[in-house]
């Protein structure tokens, strides 16, 4: 894996967005109308520059796979911040869904230890390339790298059959949220 750059930006979220398009959680938050797509890939293209900004982002050497980490510690609230957190409520969320956006951030928020420290947002594969294992080892490079950085990795899903792929990369539950959806929260103490 290589850190990516701003010339990343576009493949990556062409990556995220087909990864995640069937996402449970992704779809609770993602406006659902004939724009869903494109906000998608607004979403996607938000978590680049909030983990370009306050985390890493990682991309594979052959450009089929990415992880978007952030470090929830060294996250601001700056002008850039609270212009991107404006643009995903109007091109993503949507004013009429932000409260149940706010609602789910909060209950999120009250399950994470307040100590995470690596926070694996996003992880993709594109979908021509998937089971071929290379989203794990992508994921075995994060773990490499979170080990480096002396933190365990923290990370929430709502895809039930990634939890047996978490769990054999000693990924543990630690919470499970119930919104209309089940959402799972896993820890690797390394």
């Known amino acids: 894996m290589i850190k990516a750059g701003y010339k990343d930006k576009e493949r990556i979220v062409d990556i995220l967005a087909a990864s995640f398009e069937g996402n449970r959680s992704v779809n609770y938050i993602v406006k659902q109308d004939s724009k869903r797509a494109a906000r998608i890939r607004k979403l996607m293209a938000y978590s680049f520059e909030i983990c370009y900004s306050f985390g890493e982002v990682f991309i594979t050497e052959d450009k089929k796979a990415c992880a978007l980490v952030l470090y929830p510690g060294k996250k601001k609230?700056?002008?850039?911040?609270i212009v991107l957190d404006i643009q995903l409520i109007f091109s993503c969320i949507g004013?009429?869904?932000?409260t149940k956006a706010i609602e789910r951030e909060k209950k999120i928020k009250e399950l994470q230890p307040t100590h995470v420290n690596y926070?694996?947002?996003f992880i993709g594969v594109d979908p021509d390339y998937q089971n071929q294992g290379i989203g794990?080892?992508?994921l075995k490079n994060i773990i490499r790298h979170s080990e480096h950085?002396?933190?365990?990795?923290?990370?929430?899903?709502?895809?039930?059959?990634?939890?047996p792929w978490y769990k054999k990369f000693g990924f543990q539950i630690y919470h499970e949220l119930d919104i209309s959806y089940k959402l799972f929260f896993l820890r690797r103490v390394n």
Do not use: D, M
Not at 77 to 81: A, D, E, G, P, Y
Not at 95 to 98: A, H, M, P, Y
């Open 119 to 121: 926070y694996l947002w």
């Open 149 to 163: 950085k002396g933190s365990p990795v923290y990370l929430e899903t709502s895809t039930i059959k990634n939890l």
């Open 95 to 98: 004013i009429e869904n932000i």
């Open 77 to 81: 609230t700056t002008l850039k911040s």
């Open 136 to 138: 794990s080892g992508l």
